[in-house]
Structure formats: structure tokens, C-alpha cells
């Protein structure tokens, strides 16, 4: 159903939807250059990715949850449709009479097949397949897809041809490295130096700007006024050379390919316009475009959600299936019109995150659709490298955190190494690091597609040996003593009223965190009775891997009981300080590690939840009665 209520934002304070309509406009103006990369990395005419972000959003404002989430092209739906594109036209001569035709055609169908999929999924409540992909997964695949785009450049921003592709992009940018002293356009290759170093710079400005302004009473104490005008100013100046830095690069790139031979335009940039892209569709070609749409499908909801995840404000919905419907609409309305498949964009909606509601989408989808219609109406040629340029930087910054990622999960896979009978390089590569190194290494020697099924077939791999025992029992108490044991028959344990203590069986982690938790609840649920008090008694809990900690992390602060965690070892002790969940379980040291001392407190909570509903239910009737 289509989310009218969003309106209500803008009752209180109208003059937001204007605030918000320029913010959007803003923002589409300065942020459509990306759109065009994404045709780039594609290998589409730019049309296609065009239609696909001026389309698919609406559709997505109507059925997605969130107001503030931009719909439109994406790196990996863009990387993945790329390899596609290039691996047709080598196998197939036919498509060199018509190429660009043909490219577009293959984006159609894959948006159709990838929007199909992400409906059906929809329709079918499947959101929780994405719980299969493991936190070190998603985060290395976007490292790695970065890494892709920023290598992929180096053919443009050098301009040379190879006459074999191959289909490893390390191995490819080897090959265009070689033919450097052959091939290099110096002309082309100077000015994209030039645009680098100026869009680095417009960016370093921006960073450096960022801080927070002074406040009143330095201003005052200032004795010279005039200079703390001129510092403002120069705030304001550097904050508008980090937004418009990719419309400076491309006026400047324009200009200057006016006066210079040889450097390379981008090809048919046109008005956007509808195309009917349904031709030359056959059931061989869909049954060999399948696997491709398939795992571009579970990528992009993927990269969909991450984002989604993000940019989303506390008091913003979320609802997964109401994401999948919208995702697959937007894919699917995107097809008829000559589009690709859709995902969100994390730079647009990290810049429409300031907004209100909706009309900074709306905002940013005009933005876009007016500077291509300005861009087409000028028939500007705009240079191939000055896109490479702005694909390098944006894509650059992903890989920061990368130093980082190792270095912690390194020390996650050192301390969470148990048993004398595995050696520390199996360990190691059994662990969280080995899934992220596969992840990230994979694209760069097979590619996105082929590397990525590495990477999903290794993470399978490493779930189904490196552990075992996932499940739990229910844990009661012998009456009268202070010893506790599995319920069942042959068992002198008894449940404790209104307290439920479960015992998960082995570590934590990606594969079992989540389906055991909602296990625990669904037969918690099915007894029909009242549980004020759960406890995890964590004894054969050796350590919890980062799925694992950020799913009882957002779990258990939503949950309507308070939790316990208990007889957990000195590991798991420090995982749950160093991680935050100690501020979400808010419950006394000892109880960490006695199970008695837990079960003594969580019998205290009982009373007091009891007393304070007694309480309040005897005041009640007083009133009445006095009333009366």
C-alpha cells in the first residue's frame, strides 16, 4: 500500500517540504555524475542508467518504507551487468553490428529477472535470506567491488586499448600497465591527473571545513570582526567546492576537450526518454543471463539493505518484505522503460539523510532529470576520463577502513581459538578474517561475478566444518538446592515460574545466532506463558563471532523481557564489554558468571514487576471506590 501517511511530517512545519525540495534539488544536481559512472561500469549506452534513476524511485516512494532512501542505479548491479555485457560481445559476433542496442536489451532482462526475483522474495516473507551472507562477507565484497571500479579506471585515465580483456581485473590492469609506454595518450593522461588532484583537493577542503563553527563568545572576544567574517567565509566557500567538486571536474574536462585532440567523449548521452528494450529477447539467452541475474539479485538486496541500514533515523520505519516488494517493483518498472536493475545509493541517501520526508527524493530525482536535460539540450561531450576521475574518488574512501578490519578481526580470530587439537593457520582460515580475505581477494582475480560465487561457496564451506552443536536446551532448577539441569524426562529439574533459561550448545555465529533466537521465541510464545526474565546461559559459549554480537545487540534492545547473560567464560566476558552489549543488558557482574546469582537476581526483578503491578492495580480501585 502506498505510504501516504508520510505526508504528516509536513503538517507541523510546512515550510519543510520547500527546505526539503531544494535540499533534494541540490543534491541531485551535484550527485548525477555518478549516474552516468554507473553506465560506465555497466557498459550500457547512458540512457539506460538514466531511465533507471529517474524511474524506479517513484515507484519506490510509493511501496518503500523508508521516506528518505533513494532508489536508482547502483555500483554492484552496475559491475555485475558489465561483465555480462563483455563477456556476450566476446562470445558473440552477432552483437557487434549493434552493441549499444544489444547492451541495452541485456539490462532490460536483467532488470526483469532480478526484479522478479526480489518480488517473489517479497511475496514470500524471504527477507531473512540475507541473515546467509555473514557481516565480514558483505563488508569485504564492498571493499572489494571498490577496488574493482577504482582499478577498471586505469584503461580510461591512461587511454589505452588492450585487445584481450581479460576477465580478472588484476590481471587486466597488469596488462593495461604494460602497454603504458606503448599506448599512453599524454594529452588525456595529464588532464586526468589535473582533474584528480583537483577534485582531491576540493574534497580535502570540504573535510578540513567540516568542523564545528566558532561559537558566540570567541566571535565576541575576537577583536578583529572582519577576520572572523573572512574564516566563515572561507568555510562557506569550502563546503561548496566538496559538493560541486564533480560538476567543477566535468565544466573543466568539457572545456579543455574543446581545445585538445584525441580525448575520448562518452557516447550516446541523450535526453532521457522511454525505450522499448524488449526486442531480441530469446529463452537460450535468458537461461545463460540466469546464474548472472540470480546472484546479482542476492547482491544487490544485500548492498540494499546495508545502505538502507545506514542512512536510516531512529524514527524511521523498517519493514524488510514492504523493501523487497518496492525493490522488485522499482526493478521491473525500470525494464519497461530500458532500464537496469535498481538498489539504493548510499552517497545520494547519505546526502538526503538531513531531510524531513519525502520531497527530498522527490527533490533529488528533478535535480537528476533536469541537469541531463541540460546536458543533452547543450550537447556537451563530456570526457570519459573526467567520469573516471569522479568513479576513483568516490569509490576511494571505501577502502579506508579496510587497515582497520584486518587488524580486529586478526585479534578476533587469535582470541577466539580454542582447543589444542586445531592449528592456528586452520583456525585462521576457518575464522571471520579467512571469510573477509576470500571475499576480497576473489573479485579481484575472478571478477564480481565469478568471485563472488568463490566467496559465497567458501563462507558455505567454513559454516557447515568449523563448527557444530548449533541448538540449545531448557535449563530448570532442582527444588531446594542450588543445582540446575536440563528439563526433561529422567530430570529432577523444575522450571522457575515467569523465568526461562536456555543454554545455547556451541559458539555463536552467523549461522545459528539468529535461527536459534527465533526458535527460543516462537516456543516460548507456543507454552503461552508469561516469561518476565530470559536467561542465556552461555557455559558452552566459547565466543561469539561480529554477526553474532551485532544480532543480539539489536535483538535483545528490542525485546519486551529483561535479558540475562550468565556463565559466560573471561572471552565472551570481554567481547560483551568491548562490543556494547553490556550497556543493552544492564545487569550486575557477578551474575555474568554464576548462574545461581542470576537466577537470585532475576527472582528479585520477578517481585519487584509483580509488586509495582499490584500497586498500581490497588490504586486503581481506591480511585474507583471514591469515586463512587
Known sequence: ???????????????????????????????????????????????????????????????????????????????????????REAGEA??????????????????????????????FDLAAVVELFSQPLLRARTGAAALVVMLAQAEVLFDVFLDEKPTSPLLRFGKTCLQLPKQVHWPTFLLSICLLVALILCKMLGWCASGKSPNTNTSRSCRNKAISCCLQSFRVICRLLHSSGNLIVLAVATVVSWHLDGIGPLDGFEEPSARWAFSGWTWQLMSSALPTAVLTAFLSLGS???????????????????????????????????????MANLAVCQALRSGTGFFATLGSILGHLGAFYLVAKLRLMIPRCAVSVILLVEFAPLLSSLPSELRHLYRQAQSARYGAQSSTLGFLVASDLGIYL??????LLFGIVNGSMVAILFQVVVSMSRFAGPGYVKIGRVPGTASYDELGPGSAACPIPKISITRPMGPRWFGNAAANTRAARAERRKQKQEILVAIADW???????????????????????????????????RQIQESGLAEILQQPEETLADLHAAVLWAEEHVRQVEMSRTVIGLSERVGTTLED
Open 1 to 87: 500500500m502506498p505510504s501516504w501517511n508520510r505526508c504528516r511530517s509536513y503538517t507541523e512545519d510546512p515550510s519543510a517540504a520547500v527546505r526539503d525540495l531544494c535540499h533534494g534539488l541540490a543534491v541531485g544536481a551535484v550527485f548525477w555524475p555518478l549516474v552516468i559512472g554507473h553506465a560506465v561500469l555497466a557498459k550500457v549506452p547512458t540512457y539506460v542508467s538514466i531511465n533507471t534513476s529517474i524511474t524506479s524511485p517513484f515507484v519506490y516512494m510509493a511501496l518503500g518504507s523508508l521516506p528518505l532512501l533513494s532508489v536508482q542505479s547502483g555500483s554492484t548491479a552496475a559491475l555485475c551487468l558489465g561483465e555480462l555485457v563483455a563477456a
Open 94 to 123: 552477432g552483437l557487434a553490428d549493434d552493441a549499444a542496442a544489444a547492451a541495452a536489451n541485456l539490462a532490460s532482462m536483467m532488470a526483469v529477472l532480478v526484479g522478479a526475483m526480489h518480488f517473489a522474495m517479497g511475496i
Open 304 to 342: 540494499h539493505l546495508t545502505v538502507a541500514q545506514r542512512v536510516r533515523r531512529p524514527q524511521d520505519p523498517w519493514q524488510p518484505r514492504r523493501e523487497l516488494l518496492a525493490l522488485g517493483a522499482s526493478s521491473l518498472a525500470a525494464s519497461t522503460l530500458g532500464g537496469m536493475p535498481v
Open 438 to 443: 576470500m571475499a576480497f581477494l576473489s573479485p
Open 539 to 573: 557455559r558452552m559459549v566459547p565466543f561469539l563471532d561480529e554477526t553474532a554480537l551485532a544480532h543480539y545487540k539489536d535483538s535483545w534492545s528490542k525485546v519486551d523481557v529483561k535479558v540475562l547473560v550468565t556463565n559466560a567464560c573471561g572471552n565472551v566476558r
